[in-house]
């Protein structure tokens, strides 16, 4: 079974080295139909929510091509890959990533118990 992305966490933080083949497994295994302008868009913008969870990036286009570093026009064709409903969707005018929300939440959830353990 494969570990999430929290569990990663909690076994960099004891020491214990991350398997990097599992992350790019699971990276891999949902984005082979992109292409490599398409990658690099699609991970800037995970580690861009990530770094902003638990708020999402608002839908708008000029700000995110400025963060994905491109131009509107060129984020506008690559807006209709990444955000297809299956890697990315638009929800009440935010991007929201199923998945990144759920490792958030797991990551978040060892990091208290961590914090406990540290504490007590």
């Excluded at 076994?11 to 302008?37: C, F, N, S, W």
């Excluded at 000029?62 to 299956?86: E, S, Y």
């Excluded at 939440?105 to 353990?117: L, N, S, V, Y």
């Amino acid at each position: 079974m494969r570990k999430n992305f929290g569990e990663y966490i909690l076994e960099a933080r004891k020491g214990v080295g991350i398997k990097q083949t599992d992350l790019a497994d699971a990276y891999m295994g949902d984005t082979p139909h992109l292409t490599l302008e398409e990658h690099g868009a699609y991970m800037r913008l995970l580690m861009i929510h990530w770094l902003m969870l638990p708020n999402h990036i608002p839908d708008d286009e000029k700000r995110v091509a400025r963060m994905l570093g491109t131009t509107p026009g060129r984020w506008r064709k690559l807006k209709k890959t990444i955000c297809d409903g299956k890697l990315y969707s638009i929800r009440d005018g935010f991007f929201r990533q199923k998945g990144l929300e759920k490792e958030f939440e797991t990551a978040r959830t060892f990091r208290t118990r961590a914090i406990a353990e540290t504490v007590n």
